[in-house]
């Protein structure tokens, strides 16, 4: 085969996820496009690649999930691929196909393997056709009563999921029958919002239970297992730590579980990556809960630890190049040591995970070999209240589970992020509790348990602010009214298109 | 010559005298005292005190300071004069936490409601929040309705309370 994959690839994403596969693009030689709503003006990931687009205004149904905006910016530019990142439209079978019937490869799955494994209700069929195990429910919730019969018939606590989509939208847990009225009230308005589709299902409640997910690459023919990641501590269903391996995981869990997410990509001659979740029980027995037909927020785990880059593998498969270019000369990669990730968000830890807005003031990362930073913030940057509050990724690799805990919490700790209140402390809080130290993570380890806020401010802070208030004007940095933090002076060559 | 600075954090007032000698910073918090060593790199204090070496990051944005220790934030409002006394809003005003759009008012004006019924629902970054009667009262004004966008510290609910 001659030439490269593709010709010139469109990044329909935004945020560190658009920076993190513009990287790959680079280094594979291949030109990209970058898209961007009218607040992300001048942000880093419109920076990120060779060109950069402006698709619409904030909302989302507007810009990044517009589809003929970004087909229209696909054919402007000449891109002949299109990759869509994590969340946005990479889970949306009709934009799958609409790429391919306008000549466009969508660095994904095809349309048709994506709606039998990303709509969660089509995904339990396919699920269970395939032999893998499955959480007790029941599919096409359209009603509160039917939740009530539901409910009653596999026993409360139940969870409403959305059926369109993941990420923790349109997820409501009924303990209760009193709490149904509200709970499938909302969760069918934020099933509608988030994915324009206000089907929900419903499932048994596993409790306690870890959250295990196992990394798939497939090339439609043939499918390998890259181990698994264990994603148990969240709030409000959206992932805050994801490590692996898991500490839960025996060799014949992993087994298991691998073989049942193989089984699931072969039964839809699924083509890329994907990932394929379950819930862990104290027991052993694992069920399963949902595919993503995509890239996840937390892949860079599953790269620290093989020596894989995912994105790289991805285009490779959409280019239609077997899997074992893919894997590259060594086959299927050994998995060594231990990594976790921490996810870096604009919200207060401490107050509802209020989202967060302001400007940027200061942005200083940590460095040291293991350590990686995913990040699609800079320094200067206004943080709008539109997308999501993921900022960053702080993923830290060791020889043991104790190394890279350590290693991480020196990132966070030694990051200095100031002008919009993150999650940076009570990340560092997590990683340094009893509960995450000794492995003992599940689904409900950081909502079961009041998290007390830092209320007093240490001396060598109030030390630091008194020598700031006392140091010539003109000898410190980071203030917010200098000119320095005009996104125009930041601006590269095809920042001003 | 010893200098003040008046600060609030969260609502709690700061009053910190300081006197400043070259790198050496000598601290009285409301009669405690501290000194400390001080270097600095731009944003980075390098501060030393009492055998310990902290690295903190310090920066003043729009409406106060921003300081960072050990992965730590604080914002610390900087008081001036009257200002911040009349800004700062009464416990029976409920104000928007942040920019976003309201979904839902559930409160209605001239009802009586317990502590934690719920009032208004925000929607912002694609998820929902629920913002809550703080204690006993009445529902004196509702100032905000379903489908309108709203502004950080935007006045939404006015609450009397009840004992």
Redesign the interface.
């Known amino acids: 085969m001659s030439g490269g994959p593709f010709r010139k690839v469109l990044v329909a994403n935004r945020g560190e996820i658009a920076v993190r596969v513009c990287r790959t693009l680079r280094a594979m030689g291949i030109p990209s496009v970058t898209v961007y709503s009218d607040p992300d003006r001048g942000a880093p990931h419109a920076r990120a690649g060779d060109e950069s687009v402006a698709i619409g205004p904030a909302p989302p149904a507007q810009s990044y999930l517009h589809a003929a905006a970004i087909l229209e910016a696909a054919r402007r530019t000449g891109a002949d691929a299109i990759h869509p990142g994590y969340g946005f439209l990479s889970e949306n079978a009709a934009f799958a196909a609409e790429c391919r019937a306008a000549g466009i490869a969508f660095i994904g799955p095809s349309p048709e393997s994506m709606a039998r494994l990303g709509d969660k209700s089509a995904a339990r069929r396919t699920a269970a056709s395939a032999g893998v195990p499955l959480v007790p429910g029941a599919e096409e919730i359209g009603s509160a009563a039917r939740v009530r019969t539901e409910a009653e018939r596999v026993g409360f606590p139940v969870m409403l999921k959305a059926a369109g989509g993941g990420g923790g939208r349109g997820m409501r847990l009924v303990r209760a029958a009193g709490e149904i009225p509200s709970a499938f009230d909302a969760a069918q308005r934020e099933a509608k919002s988030a994915f324009g589709d206000d089907r929900l299902l419903l499932e048994k409640y596993v409790h306690p239970a870890r959250h295990v997910e196992i990394q798939i690459l497939s090339d439609g023919r043939e499918a390998v297992a890259l181990g698994e990641r264990e994603c148990s501590l969240q709030r409000r269903h959206q992932k805050l730590i994801e490590e692996s391996p898991s500490v839960a995981v025996t060799p014949a869990i992993r087994a298991a579980m691998q073989g049942a997410a193989v089984a699931l990509a072969t039964a839809a001659g699924y083509s890329g990556a994907m990932t394929a979740e379950f819930l862990l029980g104290s027991d052993g027995a694992f069920y399963f809960l949902e595919v993503n037909t995509r890239l996840q927020v937390e892949h860079t785990v599953t790269e620290m630890r093989s020596g894989l880059d995912l994105v790289r593998a991805q285009v490779l498969i959409a280019a239609g190049r077997p899997l074992a270019e893919a894997l590259g000369s060594r086959g299927a990669p050994e998995l060594r040591g231990h990594a976790i990730e921490a996810r870096l968000c604009a919200e207060d830890p401490y107050h509802g995970y209020l989202p967060q807005t302001g400007t940027l003031l200061v942005l200083a990362w940590h460095e040291e070999d293991g350590l990686r930073v995913d990040s699609g913030i800079a320094e200067g940057q206004t943080l709008t209240p539109y997308y999501d509050s993921l900022l960053a990724k702080i993923i830290a690799h060791g020889r043991d589970r104790e190394e890279a805990r350590t290693r991480l919490v020196r990132a966070l700790r030694g990051t200095a992020l100031l002008g919009v209140t993150t999650n940076q402390p009570f990340l560092i809080d997590l990683l340094e509790d009893g509960a995450f130290r000794g492995g003992e993570t599940f689904t409900d380890t950081v909502e079961a348990r009041a998290w007390p806020a830092p209320d007093t401010i240490p001396d060598p802070a109030l030390a630091a602010v008194a020598a700031y208030a006392s140091t010539p004007r003109s000898a410190r940095g980071g203030d917010e009214d200098t000119d320095r933090y005009s996104p125009w002076q930041r601006l590269g060559a095809w920042g001003r298109r | 010559m010893s200098?003040k600075?008046l600060?609030r954090?969260?609502g709690t007032p700061?009053a910190?005298t300081?006197e400043?000698k070259g790198g050496r910073?000598a601290?009285d918090?409301g009669g405690r005292r501290?000194e400390?060593d001080?270097s600095?790199e731009?944003?980075?204090?390098d501060?030393r005190?009492g055998g310990?070496a902290?690295?903190?990051?310090?920066?003043?944005?729009?409406r106060g300071?921003?300081?960072?220790?050990?992965?730590?934030?604080?914002?610390?409002e900087e008081e001036r004069g009257e200002t911040l006394a009349k800004g700062t809003p009464s416990a029976d005003e409920l104000r928007a936490?942040?920019?976003?759009r309201v979904?839902q008012v559930a409160a209605e004006a001239g009802a009586s409601v317990s502590e934690g019924d719920?009032l208004v629902?925000i929607?912002?970054?694609?998820?929902?929040?629920r913002l809550v009667a703080p204690e006993n009262g009445v529902i004196a004004e509702v100032r905000c309705e379903a489908g309108a966008r709203v502004e950080?510290g935007d006045l939404l609910v006015v609450l009397e309370p009840r004992a």
């Open positions: 200098r600075l600060l954090h969260g700061i910190l300081y400043r910073v601290l918090l501290f400390a001080v600095h731009g944003f980075w204090f501060v005190s310990r902290t690295r903190c990051a310090v920066a003043r944005g729009r300071l921003w300081v960072s220790c050990e992965g730590r934030s604080f914002f610390l936490p942040m920019t976003g979904v719920l629902t929607e912002a970054m694609k998820m929902e929040f950080l």
